[in-house]
């Protein structure tokens, strides 16, 4: 590895997760990284199973932060944030399995491009190792960001080290002074887009991410979310990511993507009304609807902090 091994903090934010942190902490403890230059932190979220007397049983020497209250996912990461000593904070789902050089190999993409404030990593699926779920989002016109190969079969045609829109907080590692530039998280998401929200707010500050395809992992697909608490989530926090970051100019010359796909969303889900799922997600845009004169008053100070061109930014949208 080129340049020196900087100090990293590695965070696996847990909620009720006892039945997956064996597999995630000892996939962590054996990363070909030196092992003197990288900590394992679990945050606990309240959790009401025994997550945390196992971990401090089988895994000494994983530091755990136990939270009286539930605090989200958003806060956990931010906490976490706080507290540790790394250099590059390394965000790890419990229920992601990396491989041994994945925390070596983000590291080594931060070194090689050194105009990133973040490295993201190349997700498979833990059941289907060959298929794809995730190698970097990207963010459209419409305003709906996309899991670059979802579903795909991986035959390599991600593997070059390429920019993308953001990372997904299941397994990417950010520099610490984007972090505290951007004040990390934002907290009203509480789960779910949070790391698309901070991936526009890096766009429009200058910083870069950077995929990393030697950065392996696998991942148990909704093993800690999805179902009804996904959709209220993500129907609220798209259209406050879309309302705090997109460009005024942008958002006027692409009003009809942004409407019409929140009108496709809401259409099919008015479609699937008989599903949980489904009136989840339309509470959560209506969530989303109402809370939009606090979400606007947030973006006067975003949108003020924008350091790069209009054209920065819309190249970085897809059609």
């Not at 479609?271 to 509470?283: N, Q, V």
Request: charged share 20%.
């Amino acid at each position: 590895m080129a340049g020196r091994w900087p100090f990293c903090s590695v965070i696996v934010p847990n909620y009720n997760g006892r039945t997956l942190l064996g597999e995630c902490f000892d996939a962590l403890q054996a990363q070909t990284y030196p092992v003197d230059r990288y900590e394992i932190v679990m945050v606990d979220d309240a959790s009401n199973d025994d997550s945390v007397s196992f971990v401090t049983t089988h895994y000494p020497t994983v530091r755990v932060i136990s939270l009286a209250t539930n605090q989200g996912f958003d806060n956990v990461c931010n906490l976490a944030a706080q507290t540790v000593r790394g250099e590059l904070l390394v965000l790890l789902n419990n229920d992601a399995v990396p491989e041994p050089d994945w925390l070596a190999a983000l590291v080594e993409a931060l070194q090689a491009h050194p105009q990133a404030g973040a490295a993201t990593s190349k997700m498979l699926l833990y059941d289907q190792r060959d298929r794809l779920h995730n190698a970097g989002d990207m963010m459209g016109q419409d305003g709906i960001p996309r899991n670059r190969g979802v579903w795909e079969v991986d035959h390599g045609q991600y593997d070059n080290a390429i920019w993308v829109f953001s990372g997904c907080g299941g397994a990417v590692a950010y520099r610490r002074a984007l972090w505290e530039d951007l004040g990390g998280f934002e907290t009203s998401f509480s789960m779910y887009l949070e790391d698309v929200d901070l991936g526009w707010r890096m766009q429009l500050c200058g910083w870069k991410t950077v995929f990393a395809p030697g950065a392996r992992v696998f991942h148990h697909l909704s093993a800690t979310g999805g179902g009804v608490t996904a959709s209220y989530y993500t129907g609220r926090n798209t259209l406050w990511t879309i309302a705090r970051n997109m460009p005024g100019p942008i958002l006027r010359r692409h009003w009809r993507q942004v409407f019409g796909a929140q009108f496709r969303i809401a259409g099919e889900a008015l479609h699937a009304w008989r599903g949980e799922a489904a009136r989840a997600r339309l509470r959560g845009m209506l969530a989303g609807l109402i809370g939009l004169p606090r979400v606007l008053h947030q973006r006067k100070t975003i949108q003020a902090g924008r350091t790069v061109s209009l054209d920065v930014i819309e190249r970085q949208l897809l059609p």
